[in-house]
């Protein structure tokens, strides 16, 4: 359950990234309340995985996954260039996530 928790927190933290660059500053009222509510949500369950789960790994995979989602979603939307040489890293960060899993 852990590790379910662990990867829905790391969504939420792609989500929060994604808002906080929408917010203008915290202009904005509608992405600056999806920042707060993703934010702090996602910080809860990466707390509550961490009852579980050793704190260097947890922390890694939260980032990994937020870090890649966050990149492919902005990748998709046009909002950052695509390129293959960025593709090959973000496989890397996806791997890395997985070995520490798989290492676990």
Request: avoid cysteine.
């Amino acid at each position: 359950m852990s590790w379910i928790l662990l990867v829905v927190s790391g969504v939420l933290e792609a989500v929060w990234a994604t808002a906080l660059g929408r917010t203008e500053g915290f202009t904005r009222l509608v992405p600056t309340v999806v920042f707060g509510i993703a934010l702090a949500a996602s910080m809860t369950g990466l707390a509550l995985a961490m009852r579980d789960l050793p704190v260097g790994t947890a922390y890694a995979v939260w980032v990994g996954i937020g870090a890649v989602l966050t990149v492919v979603y902005a990748m998709v939307t046009g909002a950052e260039a695509f390129s293959v040489v960025k593709a090959v890293f973000l496989v890397m960060i996806v791997a890395g996530v997985v070995g520490l899993k798989m290492a676990h």
